[in-house]
């Protein structure tokens, strides 16, 4: 969508886009709180506690981290193409995200599979605990973010160029959406550091 | 935007932010009827607490055994007493409500930023109140292990009755409420960001959107805090795991297995929400203070910039002094000595609020009706409960007075008394804005009387029974002899909480009747400044028919200025009374 065609639907929906990417900015604001308090508890819990014993995390979770990271870094294209009024190759970047993004979903899913073949559960030990309770919640986050980015594709394979109307539609979730996710992605990179180098 | 015509659009499931505000309003008053009837009881129960009461015993069995009230009902009693009144009855009407209803209004714009995350904030946030109520009503009681819900308490469900099904009802209500509060929150942080009318800087803001800007900024930062503590709270009492359950803990006889948590770290998660969440209760009740002071002395507020600045700073300084509720649970003296240092900082710039207000009301032309004397009450409240908090906030002090009725007495002053002056002081001063009626004046002042001088009665004394050496939270002070002097005080405080409550029925009639008998007035009843003035009573559906411009700070009032001595914020010319 190009400057042109923003300036073609009025000050209104500019206002609106920016609203909407600043809800985005509030709520990005909130659950870095949740997750800061959950790091606090994290590190009372470990240096407070004689029943601290730390769990062995699978190691393909360094590659699910570069799935992630990846899948950020697509969406940006994907964003960039968009914005650029590219609707073919932001719709490339886009599927090539979501397909990340079920992969990493996957990798989710088979460590904590893997963690629990190995009798290792949400009550084990407190780090276990936290693991579970901290990549679900992330998990939570992400499908939201899937949500978003499942409508921004929806309408990008039936975006018309030039129709600066339906290149709004397809473009703005994909651009709220990017907030989230690579506002996730370096969550993900945060948490992994924290439950592995710290544990 | 195009009006709904139906009912159930128009006044049910509404996105219009005037009706969202004072849905927020009415279920918070019925949440307050519920949350003061407890306390009556608490009342009833420590004034006289050998008598029986054969009727509360036919009406509540289960509460009232052999017509006395079980020892067990009481916490649970107390517990949702303070839940009910922080969460349901001041965050609702005052912040929710008031928050929905003028921040749109103030700023100039047709809505809120995001109305559908709004009609979804009231609903989930009614769903939450019935959610609490309903604790009542399952195995074991509500909810007993006050409202900051202290583990291990409220972490094993066998420790006491309420510790079961009703704590896990409580979180659960607690989680609702905190997602339509962050909805809220967002919004209004949204709507003052990207929907002030041209003109409408934000050093020409309303204090009272000011308030609801900071209050909100800080829900949005401190709520997280209790998001977390009480999924961790949920997982320690349904999944084994041990976040703040501690290591040897003997209940019944029995050692509990799970532990090696620490019961601290939920005090530190609680409180980083606690505290703030004062101060999101307050700041408003002082912004709307300044507002409605202002029309009632004809003159512009004393110290806009610095009172905007000292309610940021209080703010900030309020989200980093929540130890000083923990100075007994054995935190280092280094600590405690950052938080007492950090907590009597406040008093700086709540002392420049207070004289702020107390300029305010130098050289006006003091006209006073209900919402005026309740905002001169509200001062008050607040330089005397203010004064409770300097001993409080002292390490050295508070360890004597901790979890005494000093405790009580003061927070009864600041987030019992402050904000509900200010509640009150704001629902006198809109109510005709809202209905386009004014809400009878005699009954108002009777109300104003008997609140202010009860509540003097009640919470001093309290403070002088803390200072007796009587803890909080006791069901009954019988089996103490050092206690034996306080029967008397108890007797007393009871005897004005009947009285002070039968004064609220009074305000509810006055609010019920004023809706459909109400004097009838103008769109200005009291020839005020700010943009929902200019408006018709109720204001129609998108508020502004044309985007309003806005030409002046919200304080254009002349008090020598006769009959034209206001001027409001979207009057354009010259030639009117400048006063500042």
Redesign the interface.
């Known amino acids: 969508m190009n400057h042109a065609a923003t300036s073609q639907l009025g000050p209104d929906v500019a206002?609106r886009d920016?609203?909407l990417h600043?809800?985005m900015g509030?709520?990005l604001?909130?659950?870095t709180?949740?997750f800061?308090?959950?790091s606090?508890?994290y590190i009372?819990?470990g240096s407070?506690?004689?029943?601290?014993q730390a769990i062995q995390l699978p190691s393909f979770l360094w590659l699910n981290t570069l799935v992630i990271v990846i899948s950020s870094i697509s969406l940006e294209l994907a964003r960039r193409a968009g914005k650029a009024g590219d609707w073919r190759r932001a719709g490339i970047w886009l599927g090539t995200t979501l397909v990340l993004a079920m992969l990493f979903f996957g990798g989710q899913l088979a460590a904590w599979e893997w963690l629990w073949a190995a009798g290792i559960s949400?009550?084990s030990t407190?780090h276990s605990?936290f693991f579970f309770?901290l990549t679900g919640?992330h998990a939570v986050h992400l499908l939201a973010g899937l949500a978003l980015l499942g409508v921004a594709g929806a309408r990008v394979m039936r975006v018309s160029a030039n129709d600066p109307v339906s290149e709004r539609r397809a473009f703005l979730p994909m651009s709220v959406g990017a907030m989230l996710w690579h506002f996730l992605a370096a969550l993900w990179v945060y948490l992994i550091i924290m439950l592995t180098l710290f544990a | 935007m195009s009006e709904p015509q139906s009912f159930l659009r128009k006044y049910i499931f509404s996105l219009d932010h005037k009706i969202i505000g004072i849905q927020y309003i009415v279920t918070g008053f019925a949440m307050a009827i519920v949350g003061g009837l407890l306390s009556l009881l608490i009342r009833l129960q420590l004034g006289w607490p050998t008598v029986m009461w054969p009727i509360l015993e036919t009406l509540m069995p289960n509460a009232y055994q052999s017509g006395v009230m079980a020892p067990e009902f009481y916490l649970a009693a107390v517990t949702m007493h303070g839940t009910i009144m922080a969460f349901f009855f001041i965050s609702y009407v005052l912040v929710s409500g008031f928050g929905n209803y003028l921040v749109p209004l103030q700023v100039g714009a047709k809505d809120m930023a995001f109305p559908l995350l709004n009609m979804l904030s009231y609903w989930i946030g009614l769903v939450s109140a019935l959610v609490m109520i309903m604790a009542f009503f399952v195995e074991g009681g509500a909810a007993a292990a006050g409202w900051t819900a202290y583990p291990p308490l409220s972490a094993l469900p066998g420790a006491v009755p309420g510790s079961g099904l009703g704590q896990s009802v409580w979180l659960l209500s607690m989680a609702l409420f905190i997602v339509s509060f962050t909805m809220t929150s967002l919004n209004v942080v949204a709507t003052v960001f990207s929907m002030r009318a041209k003109g409408m800087s934000m050093m020409r803001m309303p204090m009272t959107v000011w308030s609801f800007f900071i209050a909100s900024v800080m829900g949005l930062l401190a709520f997280p805090a209790l998001t977390a503590g009480a999924i961790m709270l949920l997982f320690d009492r349904h999944a084994g795991t041990a976040f703040f359950l501690p290591a040897g803990l003997i209940i019944g006889g029995n050692l509990v297995e799970v532990g090696g948590g620490s019961p601290l770290l939920w005090q530190h998660l609680f409180w980083f929400l606690g505290h703030p969440e004062v101060y999101v209760l307050i700041l408003p009740a002082l912004g709307i203070n300044f507002d409605i002071l202002a029309a009632f002395t004809r003159k512009p507020i004393f110290g806009y910039r610095i009172a905007v600045w000292s309610l940021i700073l209080s703010g900030f300084l309020g989200m980093i002094v929540w130890g000083h509720h923990m100075f007994v649970s054995g935190m280092s003296p280094f600590s405690g000595e950052y938080f007492s240092l950090s907590t009597l900082l406040i008093t700086i710039p709540m002392a420049v609020v207070g004289v702020c207000m107390l300029g305010s009301l130098w050289g006006g032309r003091l006209k006073m009706a209900t919402p005026g004397l309740f905002a001169l009450g509200l001062i008050s409240m607040f330089g005397t409960g203010g004064f409770g908090g300097l001993f409080l906030g002292n390490a050295t002090a508070d360890i004597q007075l901790h979890d005494t009725y000093f405790v009580v007495g003061h927070f009864h002053l600041m987030i019992g008394g402050v904000t509900v002056f200010g509640t009150f002081a704001a629902i006198y001063f809109w109510f005709p804005k809202m209905f386009g009626r004014l809400m009878n004046e005699t009954l108002g002042r009777v109300h104003f009387w008997i609140t202010t001088i009860g509540y003097y009665l009640i919470f001093l004394t309290q403070h002088f029974v803390g200072l007796q050496g009587a803890p909080r939270r006791y069901y009954a002070f019988g089996s103490y002899e050092y206690l034996e002097q306080t029967a008397t005080s108890n007797e007393f405080i009871s005897i004005a909480a009947m009285v002070v409550g039968a004064a609220q029925a009074m305000f509810i009639f006055n609010f019920v009747w004023s809706m459909f008998r109400g004097k009838v007035t103008d769109t200005n009843p009291w020839r005020a400044t700010t943009l929902e003035w200019s408006l018709p009573s109720p204001p129609p559906h998108g508020n502004f028919a044309t985007p309003p411009v806005v030409h002046r700070w919200p304080y254009e009032y002349s008090p020598d200025g006769g009959e034209n001595d206001f001027a409001g914020q979207q009057v354009d010319g010259g030639n009117v009374p400048v006063t500042a």
Request: charged residues 5%; neutral net charge; aromatic residues 14%.
């Open positions: 206002q920016f609203q600043l809800g509030i709520f604001g909130t659950v709180m949740l800061g308090a959950f606090s508890a009372v819990r407070t506690s004689q029943d601290w949400v009550p407190p605990s309770i919640l």
